[in-house]
T-cell receptor, first 112, second 109 residues
Framework: NAGVTQTPKFQVLKTGQSMTLQCAQDMNHNSMYWYRQDPGMGLRLIYYSASEGTTDKGEVPNGYNVSRLNKREFSLRLESAAPSQTSVYFC???????????FGEGSRLTVL | RKEVEQDPGPFNVPEGATVAFNCTYSNSASQSFFWYRQDCRKEPKLLMS???SGNEDGRFTAQLNRASQYISLLIRDSKLSDSATYLCVVNYNDYKLSFGAGTTVTVRA
């Protein structure tokens, strides 16, 4: 049971480099999300996609872009990484907008 | 002011003890409420939803107090495996859940 799969699990970047976090779910969920988690703070929503073909900003979208490639896949791109983007990133999916969130295992990103 | 606030703990309790903690939320229009569990360096997982009338799931009891804008979680007969961080989650707007920073519980033998 794969559920939500994120890659890579770990990444170290230099300031200014770009990278894309990949996320795929096999539960046929309509909604997908990208969160970041920092110490002492709750998970914060970066972007979400209510359904295939739509994306919307969350609480902290600056410095990020997303693509809902198809119903299964939702990627997060950092165009020019900054040390403030050092965080743990979680992708999640849900069947409905108020339903249970299923999370991936997380991607630990360090920006030097 | 944070939308969802939790006592970070840690709550350090012996096996078999009862532990309870609250979470306060600021938006009175909040519609649904959840507790998620997060083990160290793992992803969050849904523990239980919180219903207006309160609800139990085995040793776990969740309560909602809309008047005072808080939800609570009580764990009875604590097990070592209950050691985790418990995240309070509030939904006040479609697709936009607000997460608390979590309450850490450590159950000792």
């Amino acid at each position: 049971n794969a559920g939500v799969t994120q890659t890579p699990k770990f990444q170290v970047l230099k300031t200014g480099q770009s990278m894309t976090l990949q996320c795929a779910q096999d539960m046929n969920h309509n909604s997908m999300y990208w969160y970041r988690q920092d110490p002492g703070m709750g998970l914060r929503l970066i972007y979400y996609s209510a359904s295939e073909g739509t994306t919307d900003k969350g609480e902290v979208p600056n410095g990020y872009n997303v693509s809902r490639l198809n119903k299964r896949e939702f990627s997060l791109r950092l165009e020019s990484a900054a040390p403030s983007q050092t965080s743990v990133y979680f992708c999640a999916s849900s069947e409905t907008n108020t339903g249970e969130l299923f999370f991936g295992e997380g991607s630990r990103l360090t920006v030097l | 002011r944070k939308e969802v606030e939790q006592d970070p703990g840690p709550f350090n309790v012996p096996e078999g003890a009862t532990v309870a903690f609250n979470c306060t939320y600021s938006n009175s229009a909040s519609q649904s409420f959840f507790w998620y569990r997060q083990d160290c360096r793992k992803e969050p997982k849904l523990l239980m939803s919180v219903y207006s009338s309160g609800n139990e799931d085995g040793r776990f009891t969740a309560q909602l107090n809309r008047a005072s804008q808080y939800i609570s979680l009580l764990i009875r007969d604590s097990k070592l495996s209950d050691s985790a961080t418990y995240l309070c989650v509030v939904n006040y707007n479609d697709y936009k859940l607000s997460f608390g920073a979590g309450t850490t519980v450590t159950v000792r033998a």
